[in-house]
């Protein structure tokens, strides 16, 4: 008991999930310490009920070998616990799983260097499956096909396991999905009489009566590439769409990209956007001061970010009127769509894998793994973090229902959010999209410039990238 | 005997100069793979790619906008420096000479960090001084526009205490009589400083400036890590010629092009050294 006490507070700690996106140089920034709330009574119940029923799931099926060869993890700091937790739940292979804590975005850069000298590949490698993307192709020639070492049944188990799969392969088991929902403060709404918009076109007139009645306060944020994909992959804008392995289609002149640009370009000039991304020092002094009416932002955030970090107990100076995080405030809402589509999409910020070598000695051991890493209830149990594996999704699920932030119980909009992630944001090209998109948008500002008279940019800042990968360029 | 001498000079340089220089070559015409280089395989291919690129143009134009700051500046404010040390020597230069030193002690991406501090507005003991002049945030301070600034302030603050100490070392090697005459002819300090002490520097001035050209040929650290995700600046994901070449490397696996683009700057650092040894006669000087 204490020791799934201990663990439970560390993956709380460990707090805001997969996502590569860190903090700026400024310091009140994310490193989100969640302290343990008192789960009540019948979130204790709803959670030990969710845990019996995925541990009831069946799961850890990989037969480990004889074979004594070790195996390299490469992790993130908050993935420890994982670690940890594996070596205690399988005492005879502990002394056989070394992790290293690596940046991962250098993951594709070593594995080339190791193909050089043809040794020191890890075996099993904590990564988004944009990042395994990148090291699947003939170059890299990293990972291994689990298509049959892992049961089809069980693979079917994880959602967004498309993303994983790449011409037909499985290259990796998604540990968690990172959609993006809309939040909103419900107070605010309350007392400015304002109902949530379902349409974007609904957020845009919002925010005249918003920049109009309450000067200050915002909707939301973009300055960064991950801020701008929420509102252009929600709009379906083909900025970066692979049709095929060699070929990408970047065409930002599509009207979809058109109208997003239009709408962010309405909010800055109305001033009901913010201009940087989801962590900096000024964003989140926003929200500390109860300034923050509604927000674009990924699952993992509301555990992770909104609760410590933009809400108290937090580092920020907050003003008295700012709710805490036990207040019952923070609405949840469906990814807003546009009025002329018949569904939404939802970008993903983060939502990671683990993908295991085909280079490992003891793919077993690499196997039982990366399937106790994304399986284990008992190891979920407390995460902030939204679980790939369905039968996990419920420990989440109970988790959010009573946790005391929430204006009512989110899960079910976190489950439908889940299955609207954007096609576009399922097949990532072979290179980076976040640090080109994060200039072009720094550099909008920087030039006072608008977004929509910017957004040549973004195709000349992504075509040099995706011709020296080898794809051919088009723009339809 | 003077072999011997030499010797652990040249064995270093050819295993860590020309011996990597010569396998670049190698490279530069070598396919990669997932089994390793296919040697030769790949022709002109590499080159036509690397300098091909829509990046080519820019980043080396980004360079010479770099160069043409940082080096004169750079050397200028060395020089400057230098001489104001030497003009009123007591306890009090000494001391300055050394806090001159001190920030080349630091590591130079420890060093890129703490000016990446120092210009975000939020955190920086210079913050009010920014609002002053009217930039509230880091992106007003850092952009495209200002990175040639940027990069050479980060590189003076790591390099100048060690060629401070140089210059200054090379002006104790006046004769105390040449400096003597001078102030019996009626030399002020500056006039000292101008006629006397300047000429006899040139030499050192000449070696600063060949290998602050060929070290700011190399830039990469400093945009490096402007862009990483830890900082986010508006920096293009390459800006410097080096970072091309990395991105070949390490982002698509292309180490022939990034082989192709180093050798290019290696070809430009020789260049260099061999224009400024021409111009002024730096080994004639030196004898």
């Known amino acids: ?476 | 005997m003077s072999y011997l001498l030499a010797a652990p000079y040249v064995i270093f340089m050819a295993i860590f100069g020309i011996g990597p220089a010569l396998y670049a070559l190698l490279m530069s015409f070598s396919k990669s793979s997932a089994v390793g280089p296919q040697y030769w395989a790949a022709g002109l291919d590499n080159y036509s790619l690397a300098f091909g690129d829509s990046r080519f143009f820019q980043v080396f134009g980004n360079l010479l906008e770099f160069l043409i700051v940082s080096v004169p500046l750079g050397i200028g404010f060395v020089v400057l420096l230098a001489l104001l040390l030497d003009m009123r020597p007591g306890r009090f230069s000494s001391a300055l000479r050394l806090l001159y030193f001190i920030p080349g002690a630091v590591t130079g991406p420890a060093l890129v960090l703490l000016v990446i501090c120092i210009l975000d507005p939020t955190i920086s003991p210079f913050g009010p001084l920014f609002n002053f002049v009217g930039t509230m945030n880091f992106d007003g301070l850092v952009f495209p526009g200002s990175l040639p600034f940027v990069f050479t302030l980060m590189g003076f603050f790591s390099g100048a205490g060690m060629w401070i100490a140089i210059q200054h070392g090379g002006l104790q090697g006046i004769s105390a009589e040449v400096i003597e005459a001078a102030e019996l002819d009626g030399c002020n300090a500056w006039q000292k400083a101008l006629y006397i002490k300047l000429p006899y520097m040139r030499p050192y001035i000449v070696y600063q400036t060949i290998l602050i050209f060929a070290l700011n040929v190399q830039l990469f650290v400093e945009p490096q890590l402007l862009t990483s995700t830890w900082v986010q600046a508006n920096v293009p994901p390459q800006w410097a010629p080096n970072q091309l070449a990395y991105s070949y490397a390490f982002d698509v696996g292309n180490f022939g092009a990034a082989a192709a683009l180093s050798l290019l700057m290696v070809a430009i650092g020789l260049v260099g050294a061999v224009v400024m040894i021409r111009l002024t006669g730096f080994f004639k000087l030196e004898a």
């Open chain 1, 1 to 476: 008991m204490k020791r799934a006490l201990l663990l439970l507070a560390a993956v709380v700690l460990a707090g805001c999930s997969s996502t590569t996106t860190t903090p700026t140089v400024a310091p009140a920034t994310a490193t989100p310490v969640a302290p343990a709330t008192p789960a009540s009574v019948s979130t204790a119940v709803a959670v030990q009920s969710a845990l019996a029923a995925a541990a009831s799931a069946g799961i850890e099926t990989a037969k480990v070998t004889d074979t004594t060869d070790p195996i390299t993890v490469w992790i993130d700091q908050p993935r420890q616990p994982v670690v940890d937790g594996f070596k205690t739940k399988y005492p005879q292979y502990a002394n056989l799983v070394t992790s290293t804590i690596v940046d991962r975005e250098t993951f594709p850069a070593k594995d080339l260097l190791f193909n050089n000298t043809k040794s020191g590949w890890p075996d099993v490698v904590f990564a988004e499956p944009r990042l395994v993307g990148r090291v699947a192709d003939a170059q890299h020639a990293y990972p291994l096909d689990l298509t049959g070492l892992v049961p089809a049944d069980m693979l079917s188990q994880y959602a967004g396991a498309d993303n994983c799969t790449f011409d037909g392969k499985v290259y990796c088991l998604r540990n968690d999905l990172a959609q993006f929902v809309t939040y909103y403060n419900t107070q605010l709404f309350t007392q400015f009489g304002y109902t949530v918009p379902k349409t974007f076109e609904d957020m845009q007139a919002l925010s005249d009566q918003v920049a109009k009645d309450h000067p200050g306060y915002y909707l939301g944020t973009v300055g960064d590439g991950w801020t701008w994909l929420s509102y252009f992959e929600a709009s379906g804008c083909p900025y970066a769409k692979q049709t095929n392995l060699t070929t990408l289609d970047i065409n930002v002149t599509d009207p979809t990209c058109i109208r997003a640009a239009q709408l962010i370009d309405h909010m800055v000039a109305n001033k009901t956007l913010w201009n940087t991304d989801l962590f900096t020092a000024s964003w989140v002094q926003i929200a500390n001061n109860n300034k923050l009416l509604m927000l674009i932002a990924p699952v993992w955030a509301a555990l992770g970010t909104f609760k410590g970090t933009y809400y108290c107990p937090c580092t920020g100076s907050t003003t008295k009127t700012t709710p805490t995080i036990t207040d019952k405030f923070l609405g949840v809402a469906a990814p807003l769509k546009w009025a002329a589509d018949a569904t939404a999409q939802t970008a993903a910020m983060g939502g990671a894998a683990w993908t295991i070598s085909q280079h490992t000695k003891n793919q077993g051991l690499a196997l039982l793994f990366a399937e106790y890493a994304t399986q284990d209830p008992d190891l979920w149990n407390g995460s902030s973090n939204f679980a790939s594996f369905k039968p996990l999704q419920g420990i989440f699920n109970a988790i959010v229902a009573n946790d005391p932030i929430f204006a009512s119980d989110p899960s079910a909009v976190f489950d439908q959010a889940a299955t609207e992630i954007s096609p576009v944001g399922d097949s990532w090209p072979r290179f980076d999209l976040v640090a080109p998109l994060t200039t072009v948008v720094k550099d909008m500002y920087s030039k006072k410039q608008t977004m929509e008279k910017t957004l040549p940019e973004v195709t000349s800042a992504l075509t040099p990238l995706a011709k020296a990968q080898g794809y051919t360029v088009v723009n339809q």
